[in-house]
């Protein structure tokens, strides 16, 4: 309970202890002392800042409350309720809040009848806002209610629980995609290995293993999605070609969007915007969450695109209920939200507007109630022409004749790279974990021209292999392997810069080759 609810009670519970002693009495002197009793308990009243009201308890033939009868409020109450004091008095509950949970009535009425006081929180939808609320009884079947309006503090609550669960939903999409590209990376590279080893006259496998390998590159992309929703990295402007950046977006939405929405997508081939990928995603993504909202019983969503002297315009439309003046002037406002309470945060539009600035671009809205809204995205032109690169036949993996120590927890990754590397003329050292890296190190120290680790493993994970070599004599190479970004890597602990890094999940030509980058390259730990 509120110190201020406390002593409010002990201080109207003795003045009514006075005024209910004082009635009992008839003579001059109790009278005076009466008066000067209700003058103070109005003093009292009208000087509170919380909200209080006086009541007596309305029951049924058969004892149970049903109602109660405002019999006095101070001016605190109609500013904390938005109800006129004046219009209250001497009405019950019922007849100026029709819809009032009944709840609020149960409560009240165990306080008046029993006499023990209670303390609690409550929404009140009539009045769509919240409430701490002391109530206790100064005689039986009446009750004083002392109250504060806490629903600023209630909304902030429930966006600190939307932003810790965005917060753990990331690191939990991080962990994902880690484990995920784990697996890919198995696949990708068992799938090499059988691959090289085929007859070429066996073209059913060979297709059905390009396949495979499709499906892999398909599965990495979305590890590269998870990755990228979990980062907390400063935005990263790219040229990026609008078409199949709204046609991957359209594609994701009309698999999660009701059957009766339409979506339409008209935007011409070979325009390049000057944004970050993944955050323009994210905005479509949210102005399309709110065009479903807009349109309950279905309705077309449209995104075009229109070509301007110094910008483009991406437009989004939807066909539904649409806006007030009013509220598309607040849209933008932190945590302001027309979503009913729990369905929405009001910060999925302030998040659009600041992606936008961020890209050097601006935002414009119009809408209309029944006439739908239509948000116009100005986006920045690309300043050069997006490179579009050529396929290429596949490059030979380089050999070599170097020592590599290789860890990784995984065994099926440790034994398809022994066996590729060994091939290619490379002498391979393997560990499952960082303890036994470091120490097979050290007993060939002379002899290592390279570590290769995963950077998440048992006992001692690849960043603290890296920190105990990085300042041995002489300098040793390192190339460092992970599924999580390495911008993550290094905000995760460690002290110093990234080594020469290969994302997962590779395949077995990719890692080849990094590995022959890395050691033909002067920088070492």
Sequence with gaps: MKKSHAKLEAEL????????????????????QLEQAERRYDDLLAHMRDGCALHEIICDERGRPVDYRF?????????????????????????????????????????????????????????????????FSPERGKFIVVFDDITDRKRLEVQLYHAQRMEALGQLAGGVAHEVSNVFAIIA????????????????????????????????????????????????????????AIEEITSLLRRVMPPDLVIDTRVPEGVAVQVDYGALQQILLNLANNARDSMPDGGTLSITCQLLS????????????????????????????????????????????????????????????????????????????VQVEQSRPPREPPRGHETILFAEDEAALRKVAKQTLEKLGYRVLLAADGEEALQLFYA?????????????????????????????????????????????????????????FLQKPWSLGAMTHRIREVLDNAQTC
């Excluded at 990495?220 to 999605?225: D, G, R």
């Excluded at 507007?353 to 809204?373: D, K, N, P």
């Design 444 to 500: 060939h120290e002379s002899e290592i021209d390279l570590v290769v680790s995963d950077s998440v493993m048992p006992r001692i994970d690849g960043i603290e292999v890296y920190e105990a070599l990085k300042r041995h004599e002489p300098p040793i190479r390192f190339l460092l392997v992970s599924g999580y970004a390495p911008e993550q890597l290094a905000k995760s602990g460690a002290p110093g810069s990234i080594p020469p």
């Design 189 to 244: 590279a068992v799938a090499e290995s059988i691959k090289d080893g085929l007859p070429p006259d066996a073209p059913r496998l060979h297709q059905d293993l390009e396949e495979l390998l499709a499906a892999v590159q398909r599965g990495s992309f979305i590890s590269q999605k998870l990755r990228s929703f979990s980062r907390r990295d400063p935005l990263v402007l790219q040229h990026v070609e609008l078409q199949p």
């Design 13 to 32: 519970q003795r003045v009514q202890a006075e005024l209910h002693e004082c009635r009992q009495q008839q003579s001059p002197l109790l009278q005076r």
């Design 71 to 135: 019999l006095s409020v101070n001016a605190a109450f109609g500013r904390l309720t938005g109800l006129d004091p004046a219009e209250v008095m001497g009405k019950t509950v019922r007849e100026v809040l029709p819809t009032l949970e009944r709840s609020w009535i149960e409560k009240f009425g165990t306080v008046a009848m029993t006499g023990v006081p209670m303390h609690f929180e409550q929404h009140s939808t009539p009045l769509q806002r919240d409430y701490e609320v002391t109530a």
């Design 310 to 385: 110094d910008r483009v315009c991406v437009c989004v439309r939807d066909s539904g209920v649409g806006m007030d003046q009013a509220t598309v002037d607040r849209m933008f406002d932190p945590f302001f939200t027309t979503k009913p309470t729990g369905a929405g945060t009001g910060l999925g539009m302030p998040v659009v507007q600041r992606l936008m600035r961020e890209f050097g671009g601006t935002i414009e809205v119009e809408s209309h109630l029944g006439a739908g809204t239509e948000i116009r995205l100005y986006l920045p032109w690309a300043t050069s022409p």
